[in-house]
């Protein structure tokens, strides 16, 4: 059994170390994988609109996700998440269940759309999820993104309307 | 005669008052419309990788664009830029100058490619500018873009390999 809930300050010790191994592995995310704690923080933590944190039953944090604004000004109203899901707890669904999660927070906070910006083509586990969930390709961006072991790999952009 | 060369501290009183007319109308930026001096400072000039003006024969700011990078970490190939052009300069071909003079910069910088986030597709003079400086409709976002006029429309994400 697990929870989705809102993120608590207590949860960063137990969740940095989950984001952490997947920015470190670089397969995923545009961003540096030696990135400080503090600058994931900011990114994770601080900057977005809002935080959501899944717990097992023994009430461990085990995913998050972000939501934020993927735009300013008159772009505002296109939300964009990032999601993370321990190692130890993949293949559970928890990916999806926060997706869902995710899609229903977006539409109470007054967003209509929601985009991804750079979906590794690689990551073929996580393209056909977003889909399952309504996303499309809207586009492909040719050699977007560096992999560590694949090189220059293209990368998606996924967008629906909520 | 026209001159692109790099930005100056004393050229953001003249460059102010044309990126501020085209923040303010609100029709091609996901910037916010009533965004702050000081923030369109740190947007246009503080945080680019470079910034780069275009003066007329008088030695006057009428044209500006900034370059950086559009993703950070294994996305940081990638280059992203903005242009504006002084409402009093317009269809003299600034645009796209400044677009190749950009392209070339890019190049220079080590970019690989350069992406335009948010390309709002009821503006099809920029759309048919880009093309023809090599750029490609990767994809389109249904209803990403609030028009003060148009209302919800599409954007195009817009790309190139360098």
Known sequence: MTTIRPFETGDW?????????????????A?????????????????????????????????SYYL???QS?????????????????RGQGIAGAMCKHSLTLARELGFT????????????VAIGLWQKHGFTIAGTLP???????QGLVDAHVMYRLL
Not at 143 to 149: D, G, I, K, S, T
């Open 73 to 89: 000004g008159p772009g505002d109203h296109v939300a964009n998440c990032g999601y993370v899901v321990a190692a130890h707890a």
């Open 143 to 149: 050699l977007a993104f560096r992999h560590p072991e």
């Open 68 to 70: 934020k604004a993927n």
């Open 31 to 63: 961003v540096p994988r030696h990135i400080s704690e503090q600058d994931a923080h900011r990114m994770w933590i601080e900057l977005p609109r809002a935080i959501r944190v899944v717990v097992d039953a023994q009430g461990e944090a085990i995913g």
């Open 13 to 29: 010790p137990t969740l940095w170390p989950i984001i952490e191994a997947i920015f470190r592995a670089g397969e995923t995310y």
């Open 113 to 124: 759309a929601m985009q991804y910006n750079l979906v590794v083509a690689s990551n073929t």
